[in-house]
């Protein structure tokens, strides 16, 4: 499975959670301590969903990518 990746914006925060609204007007209560800091309404996000093994995958490549810019150095 690759990564689902969607861009949502923050369209306003009630309490501890913000209201993300998808470019089809589907809405999706997050909570604000998951969000970046500072981020403020109107703020435009990417949402990513990926599976473990997806997630693991990427650990790896990078970890790969940090390993050769070392030992080119």
């Known amino acids: 499975m690759e ?3 969607r861009q949502v ?11 993300l609204v998808f470019d089809d007007g589907k809405e999706i ?18 949402l990513t969903v990926s599976n473990e093994a997806t997630a693991e995958e990427e650990r790896r490549k990078l970890a790969k990518e940090l390993i050769n810019e070392i030992l080119e150095k």
């Open 3 to 5: 990564n689902y990746e």
């Open 29 to 46: 209560i997050w909570p604000i301590k998951n969000l970046p800091a500072e981020v403020k309404e109107g703020a435009v996000l990417r």
């Open 9 to 19: 914006t923050i369209d306003r925060f009630e309490g501890t959670s913000a209201v």
